[in-house]
């Protein structure tokens, strides 16, 4: 079945400076969604990239879809204490309405 | 009204009890989901419930029974459930028609099971 992994699993990052997750497909994907969980709480959805090398901004966050459309990016800037949680990518399997999350990258901020 | 409503948050239950988990949408959304998340791993996938009927069971032990009553509602029926099980399950909801739109998730209910 289709697999979805994430690197790193762990990001320690000093507040205000930038670090970039990375996600990877074993298979082609119609599309990949993005989420965010806070320590003790429960995914949130962020944005959703359709098209090949399509790139979206969500204030300090920016998402990019790979031109194969096998892998994305998420890149935060300036990063804050707010930024602290997991991150996961997620992709569709091609039959049925399935949702596999890759494994998440763990960010912890350094003020 | 934009969220999904996970009852109870807590949930402390013997192997040999019947419990139910509760979930509950008003957005029109007509596929659910139950996802297991175990400590510092993803959320899994167990089922799929689109127009209130089971699309996909991934492969989950029959002490886990899920119930769609109408399509605002989706339960989870536990039965004589293993301390393995314990976990945080997780109930989300999505459109079938928007290709936009990713799933919105409960707060889910934290289960121990002793």
């Known amino acids: 079945g289709q697999q979805v992994m994430q690197i790193p699993q762990y990001q320690h990052v000093q507040e205000g400076e930038d670090f970039t997750t990375y996600c990877n497909s074993s298979t082609t994907l119609s599309n990949i969604q993005w989420y965010k969980q806070r320590p003790g709480g429960h995914p949130v959805f962020l944005i959703q990239?359709?098209?090949?090398?399509e790139v979206k901004k969500q204030k300090r966050l920016t998402f990019q879809f790979g031109e194969a459309k096998k892998n994305s990016s998420l890149h935060i800037t300036a990063t804050q204490t707010t930024d602290v949680g997991t991150y996961f990518c997620?992709?569709?399997?091609?039959?049925?309405?399935?949702?596999?999350f890759g494994g998440g990258t763990r960010v912890l901020v350094k003020p | 009204d934009t969220e999904v409503t996970q009852t109870p948050k807590h949930l402390v239950m013997g192997m040999t009890n019947k419990k139910s988990l509760k979930c509950e949408q008003h957005?029109?959304?007509?596929?659910m989901y139950w996802y297991k998340q175990k400590a510092k791993k993803p959320p899994e996938l167990m089922f799929v419930y689109s127009y209130e009927k089971l699309s996909i069971n991934e492969s989950v032990p029959s002490r886990f029974s899920p119930e769609c009553p109408n399509s605002s509602l989706l339960n989870l029926h536990l039965h004589a459930l293993q301390p393995e099980d314990s976990a945080l399950y997780l109930c989300?909801?999505?459109?079938?028609?928007?290709?936009?739109?990713?799933?919105?998730f409960g707060s889910g209910t934290r289960l121990t099971v002793v």
């Open positions: 957005m029109g959304h007509r596929a």
């Open positions: 997620a992709g569709p399997e091609a039959a049925g309405n399935k949702l596999t």
């Open positions: 990239l359709v098209k090949s090398g």
């Open positions: 989300a909801s999505s459109p079938l028609d928007r290709m936009d739109y990713g799933y919105t």
